[in-house]
């Protein structure tokens, strides 16, 4: 009998240690200000998100608040403010991580785009328009975007039409770096939503024979050509660049080209 006691308290340790609580966690919203008692109940097995954020706010140390958020991250890695906290305090103590940096700026700018994005629409395959990713990026702001959709709009008109990205650029708005990261920003949230891809550059990502990174300094140089007055296809450049080669190149425009045509039947 003392035998199967002791099991059963043994499989019922094993579950709290593999199932996280609930959040909000009841016992953390009652003992959030007591150490020892948040301690106590991840001793115990819990696996709590919602007390390591609460023990990150006790502590003193910021590595050892960095410490907490990680484990809570580790526990609810979906919760996107988390992540981001996770972030700011990893940024501060590491100054020197750009990628960290990156990686912060767009978590921030998923979170505003989402805030931003009407609900209706956060499930479907509708790309954020870039000037809503440089806003969220804070590159611009309301005003900038509203000058420039204004006269994006009149140029229409008088039959010169002009990408906002290239006008925020000729206007000087935007450098021609930020807008492509803008772009390769907008080709990553597009895919985290699951969207087929849409220009030749994401379905080179897709296919994994360029990286962001390479899109993305592709892109610089085909921004400052246009706004010098000139054009390269982007293929070409990643071509000169030596990212790509002929061959994947032409398989990308065709299935490309491909799934254009076949959207439309």
Same mark, same amino acid.
């Given at each position: 009998?003392?035998?199967?006691?002791?099991?059963?308290?043994?499989?019922?340790?094993?579950?709290?240690?593999?199932?996280?609580?609930?959040?909000?966690?009841?016992?953390?919203?009652?003992?959030?200000? #007591?150490?020892?008692?948040?301690?106590?109940?991840?001793?115990?097995?819990?696996?709590?998100?919602?007390?390591?954020?609460?023990?990150?706010? *006790? %502590?003193?140390?910021?590595?050892?608040?960095?410490?907490?958020?990680?484990? @809570?991250?580790?526990? #609810?890695?979906?919760?996107?403010?988390?992540?981001?906290?996770?972030?700011?305090?990893?940024? %501060?103590?590491?100054?020197?991580?750009?990628?960290?940096?990156?990686? +912060?700026?767009?978590?921030?700018?998923?979170?505003?785009?989402?805030?931003?994005?009407?609900?209706?629409?956060?499930?479907? #395959?509708?790309?954020?328009?870039?000037?809503?990713?440089?806003?969220? +990026?804070?590159?611009?702001?309301?005003?900038? +975007?509203? %000058?420039?959709?204004?006269?994006?709009?009149? *140029?229409?008109?008088?039959?010169?039409?002009?990408?906002?990205?290239?006008? *925020?650029?000729?206007?000087?708005?935007?450098?021609?770096?930020?807008? @492509?990261?803008?772009?390769?920003?907008?080709?990553?949230?597009?895919?985290?939503?699951?969207?087929?891809?849409?220009?030749?550059?994401?379905?080179?990502?897709?296919?994994?024979?360029?990286?962001?990174?390479?899109?993305?300094?592709?892109?610089?140089?085909?921004?400052?050509? !246009?706004?010098?007055?000139?054009?390269?296809?982007?293929?070409?450049? *990643?071509?000169?660049?030596? @990212?790509?080669?002929?061959?994947?190149?032409? !398989?990308?425009?065709?299935?490309?080209?491909?799934?254009?045509?076949?959207?439309?039947?």
């Amino acid at each position: 009998m003392m035998h199967l006691h002791h099991s059963m308290s043994r499989r019922n340790h094993d579950v709290a240690m593999n199932q996280a609580c609930s959040r909000p966690c009841p016992f953390v919203q009652r003992h959030r200000h #007591d150490l020892i008692r948040l301690r106590d109940h991840l001793a115990e097995g819990h696996r709590c998100a919602d007390a390591w954020i609460a023990i990150a706010h *006790l %502590v003193h140390e910021p590595w050892q608040r960095l410490d907490c958020l990680e484990r @809570a991250c580790a526990i #609810d890695p979906d919760d996107q403010n988390l992540q981001i906290a996770r972030l700011e305090h990893y940024v %501060v103590l590491h100054p020197e991580d750009a990628h960290a940096a990156e990686e +912060l700026r767009e978590a921030k700018a998923r979170r505003a785009l989402e805030r931003y994005k009407p609900r209706v629409f956060r499930h479907q #395959d509708a790309s954020q328009p870039i000037g809503a990713i440089l806003r969220a +990026l804070r590159a611009i702001s309301d005003t900038d +975007l509203e %000058v420039v959709l204004e006269e994006q709009d009149r *140029l229409r008109r008088l039959g010169r039409p002009l990408l906002l990205g290239d006008l *925020l650029v000729r206007r000087g708005r935007v450098a021609p770096e930020t807008l @492509a990261r803008a772009l390769t920003l907008q080709s990553r949230l597009r895919a985290v939503n699951g969207a087929v891809p849409r220009t030749l550059g994401e379905y080179l990502i897709a296919q994994g024979h360029v990286t962001p990174d390479q899109l993305e300094r592709a892109l610089i140089e085909q921004i400052r050509l !246009r706004a010098s007055g000139a054009h390269e296809p982007l293929g070409e450049i *990643l071509l000169r660049h030596g @990212a790509v080669d002929a061959a994947i190149l032409q !398989r990308a425009f065709q299935q490309h080209m491909h799934d254009a045509m076949t959207a439309f039947e």
